[in-house]
T-cell receptor, first 111, second 114 residues
Framework: SQTIHQWPATLVQPVGSPLSLECTVE??????LYWYRQAAGRGLQLLFY??????ISSEVPQNLSASRPQDRQFILSSKKLLLSDSGFYLC??????????FGQGTRLTVV | AQSVAQPEDQVNVAEGNPLTVKCTYS??????LFWYVQYPNRGLQFLLK??????LVKGSYGFEAEFNKSQTSFHLKKPSALVSDSALYFC????????????FGSGTKLNVKP
């Protein structure tokens, strides 16, 4: 069966510091991968999606970037965090026919 | 563009009563629709989906949803609510024509009171 791992669960980072959040999927190949941000416990904003290795599409201009160095690995990064980057970050995967499955999320607080 | 709307920020229901959480959609072509539930500080859990076929789809934890093409709605229902159903519920649509992106509604907080 397929599983998705996302870490860390919580992170407190100072303004201006770098960020790296990692997400890996097991039990499937060539998944579609997604990064979402959820602000204030409500709506989900699609940040990035990827349909294959090295293929990244950004939905909104921002201080973040994403990379997919391996088929089942998706990384969210920032060179210098802003206060406004605080939020709950969710990684998800799907194949061409199914629903999306989510990781447990990372609570990022920028101080 | 594909989108879904959840018109209610919050729904309150007494335990044992039926519940409905509303969702309307705007899509081109046949929609792929989903419902998810989120508990505090957790990821989203898949409940059910409509791809094709019967308009009434059944999912996890006793939930079901009714697809209504004429009203462009996909409301989530449960015959008898439990206190443990209290959570945040999201409706979502899959954009099959644009890299299979998923778009989510703004969420509805369900409160089930004992």
């Amino acid at each position: 069966s397929q599983t998705i791992h996302q870490w860390p669960a919580t992170l407190v980072q100072p303004v201006g510091s770098p960020l790296s959040l990692e997400c890996t999927v097991e039990g499937t190949s060539n998944p579609n991968l997604y990064w979402y941000r959820q602000a204030a416990g409500r709506g989900l904003q699609l940040l990035f999606y990827s349909v294959g290795i090295g293929q990244i599409s950004s939905e909104v201009p921002q201080n973040l970037s994403a990379s997919r160095p391996q088929d089942r690995q998706f990384i969210l990064s920032s060179k210098k965090l802003l206060l406004s980057d605080s939020g709950f970050y969710l990684c998800a995967w799907s194949d061409s026919l199914t629903e999306a499955y989510f990781g447990q999320g990372t609570r990022l607080t920028v101080v | 563009a594909q989108s879904v709307a959840q018109p209610e920020d919050q729904v309150n229901v007494a335990e044992g009563n039926p519940l409905t959480v509303k969702c309307t959609y705007s899509v081109s072509g046949n929609p792929y629709l989903f419902w998810y539930v989120q508990y505090p500080n957790r990821g989203l859990q898949f409940l059910l989906k409509y791809i094709t076929g019967d308009n009434l789809v059944k999912g996890s934890y006793g939930f079901e949803a009714e697809f209504n093409k004429s009203q462009t709605s996909f409301h989530l229902k449960k015959p008898s609510a439990l206190v443990s159903d209290s959570a945040l519920y999201f409706c979502a649509v899959r954009d099959r024509y644009n890299f299979n992106k998923f778009y989510f509604g703004s969420g509805t907080k369900l409160n089930v009171k004992p």
